[in-house]
């Protein structure tokens, strides 16, 4: 199984991007998908996390100018970011909980894409 990132980049304050993750190998199915994020020097927090039914929960400092998403037929996920702020400067890690047959869940992570938020 692997996670494939895509997206980030550089943007301004107040600028938005948008970031991808797809799933793909043996995949029986996949339960919550997320994003997470580790700016310099700190430990790599939950930004957003949506499960198989579409319920999402996002971490304070986002809610309201993230949303996560996901398409359960592609098993991928996205996150749209608006209004973006520098302190949103952060490599961001997608995950998935991935079912390996009816028993076993697994969790993957896809690597790193650098989000830049700067004027």
């Known amino acids: 199984v692997q996670l494939q990132a895509s997206g980030g980049g550089l943007t301004q304050p107040g600028g938005s991007l948008s970031l991808s993750c797809a799933a793909s190998?043996?995949?029986?199915?996949?339960?919550?998908m997320g994003w997470y994020r580790q700016a310099p020097g700190e430990q790599r927090k939950l930004v957003a996390v949506i499960t198989s039914a579409g319920i999402t929960h996002y971490a304070a400092s986002v809610r309201g100018r993230f949303t996560i998403s996901r398409d359960n037929a592609k098993n991928t996920v996205s996150l749209q970011m608006e209004s973006l702020k520098p302190e949103d400067t952060a490599v961001y890690y997608c995950?998935?909980?991935?079912?390996?047959?009816?028993?076993?869940?697994?969790?993957?992570w896809g690597q790193g894409t650098q989000v830049t938020v700067s004027s």
């Open positions: 995950n998935a909980k991935i079912r390996m047959d009816v028993l076993r869940t697994q969790t993957y």
């Open positions: 190998g043996n995949i029986f199915g996949v339960n919550d």
